[in-house]
Nanobody
Framework: QVQLVESGGGLVQAGGSLRVSCAAS????????MGWFRQAPGKERELVAG????????YYADSVKGRFAISRDNAKNMVYLQMKSLKPEDTAVYYC??????????????????WGRGTQVTVSS
């Protein structure tokens, strides 16, 4: 099990940038595939980005490709989501999550084992 704590959320104007961070503790961080999900009011939680254990492979939802970048620092037990050109529709609670699975980056939340409590990102128009 790994404990996850998100930080860096906040209020930003449309077109602006924001970076959310996730600090992990517990088991060996480098052994986990990491992901960022988000959930907007009245909507289902959706995978925004995922990153492999080494950081070489990444996945992005179509809605954020070219605008968001996921990265990780295994030496610091950190994963980041850099967001730019933010839109009001990016407003959501952003969750950091970890998968101990042996395959590729899971696209469904059922593929993830541990979750942070989330951090609110609000984009004003």
């Amino acid at each position: 099990q790994v404990q996850l704590v998100e930080s860096g959320g906040g209020l930003v104007q449309a077109g602006g940038s924001l970076r959310v961070s996730c600090a992990a503790s517990g088991r060996t961080f480098s052994g986990y595939i990491m992901g960022w999900f988000r959930q907007a009011p009245g909507k289902e939680r959706e995978l925004v980005a995922g990153i492999s254990r080494s950081g070489i492979l990444t996945y992005y939802a179509d809605s954020v490709k070219g605008r968001f970048a996921i990265s990780r620092d295994n030496a610091k037990n950190m994963v980041y989501l850099q967001m730019k050109s933010l839109k009001p529709e990016d407003t959501a609670v952003y969750y950091c999550t970890a998968s101990s699975g042996t395959g590729t980056i899971p696209l469904d939340e059922n593929g993830y084992d541990d979750w942070g409590r989330g951090t609110q990102v609000t984009v004003s128009s």
